[in-house]
C-alpha cells in the first residue's frame, strides 16, 4: 500500500483509503458478518473472493456502464478506483422471490411497489427480473422503499436510468451464470457520479456478499435453497440460541472451512478460472 494512503473509513468488510484527489484505495477484508453483526472469526481468503469476482464483472461489463476500477493490486484484495459521488440508493434486481422480497410479498403482495401475481412460492422466479431499490442504513438492514421515494432521493432522469442499467446488468450477469449451472436469484448495486455527471458502476459487483447465487442443479421453488455465500455460518449461528447482537460468537473450524470453500467454488464456477491463478496473478480475471 502506497505510504501516502490516507485512511479514511471502514465498513462490514472492507477498508477505505485516500490515493489522492481522484484514486481510493477498496481493500476486501477477510471479516465476516451475519445478522449485521461482524464476528469475530475471519474467512481466509473471502476478500480476495470478492475483489476478484468484482474486478471479473466490472472487466465484463464495461461496455453496458462505466466503473470504477483502475488497477487490481497484486495482493488480491485491494482494488484502486476511481473517486465517485455515491447515490444515496441501494440498487437491488430481483429476478426471483427470497430475502425480503419475500417478506414484502406475503405482507402485501407486492415488492417496492411491484404488485406480483398471487400465489408465489418462496424463491420462485418472477415473471421477469424487478428493481427494488432500498435506503442505504448505517447501522441495521437498509429499507426497501417504491419508485416515488427513491426518485425524490436522486431525481427522476436518474432513477430512471440506474433502473434500466441495473435490469441490463443483472440480465447479462444472470445469462452468464446461468449458463454456468448457477441461478442469480438477486443482487445489490452501487452506482456514483463522476466529475462529468456520468453513472458509474462502483463497490463491489456480482459477488457473494452482494448477491444471492444459487446452485441451479440445487434449485427448486417452495423453500431456501442451498447458496454460494454466509450459509455454513448462518445455519451454525441459528443454532446457538444467540440474540443476534454484538458480540458475535467464534466459529469453529469445519464452519470456516465449509464456508471459505463455497466462496471459492463460487469464484472458480462463474469466472472458469482457477482460484490460485488468481492468487498469483490477480489481473487474470480481467481478460
Known amino acids: 500500500m502506497s505510504e501516502t494512503a490516507q485512511h ?7 477498508e477505505l483509503y485516500a490515493l489522492d484527489d481522484e484514486r481510493l484505495l477498496l481493500v476486501a477484508s477477510d471479516r465476516i458478518s451475519t445478522f449485521d453483526v461482524i464476528l469475530p472469526t475471519e474467512i ?3 476478500g480476495r473472493v470478492l ?3 468484482s474486478g471479473f464483472w466490472f472487466a465484463r461489463t464495461q461496455e453496458l456502464v462505466p466503473n470504477h476500477l483502475l488497477a487490481l493490486r497484486e495482493d488480491g484484495r485491494s482494488t484502486e478506483c476511481r473517486r465517485l459521488q455515491m447515490l444515496p440508493i441501494e440498487c437491488v434486481v430481483r429476478g426471483y422471490l427470497s430475502g425480503s422480497g419475500w417478506k414484502d410479498y406475503l405482507a402485501t403482495g407486492s415488492v417496492c411497489g411491484h404488485e406480483l401475481p398471487a400465489g408465489l412460492q418462496e424463491s420462485e422466479q418472477l415473471p421477469q427480473p424487478i428493481f427494488t431499490p432500498a435506503t442505504k442504513a448505517e447501522t441495521g438492514h437498509d429499507e426497501n422503499i417504491d419508485r416515488a421515494a427513491a426518485a425524490e432521493l436522486v431525481g427522476e432522469e436518474r432513477f430512471d436510468e440506474v433502473e434500466r442499467i441495473a435490469l441490463a446488468l443483472y440480465a ?6 446461468r449458463e454456468r449451472g448457477i441461478i442469480l436469484a438477486d443482487t445489490k448495486l452501487e452506482f456514483g457520479i463522476d466529475e462529468e455527471g456520468t453513472l458509474v458502476l462502483g463497490d463491489e459487483a456480482f ?3 452482494s448477491s444471492r447465487f444459487w446452485p441451479a442443479e440445487d434449485y427448486a421453488p417452495g423453500g431456501t435453497p442451498p447458496s454460494f455465500d454466509k450459509q455454513f455460518v448462518r ?3 441459528e443454532t446457538l440460541g444467540w440474540g443476534k447482537t454484538e458480540p458475535g460468537p ?3 473450524d469445519d464452519v ?3 464456508t471459505r470453500a463455497r466462496y471459492v467454488e463460487a469464484f472458480e464456477q462463474l469466472t472458469g478460472i482457477d482460484f490460485d491463478a488468481y492468487l498469483a496473478d490477480p489481473t487474470v480475471v480481467l481478460g
Open 8 to 14: 479514511v473509513g471502514s465498513g462490514k468488510v472492507r
Open 235 to 237: 445455519d451454525y449461528c
Open 172 to 177: 447479462f450477469v444472470s445469462g452468464y451464470a
Open 51 to 53: 475483489t476478484g469476482l
Open 207 to 209: 459477488t457473494p456478499d
Open 250 to 252: 467464534e466459529l469453529p
Open 44 to 46: 481466509p481468503d473471502k
Open 256 to 258: 470456516v472451512t465449509g
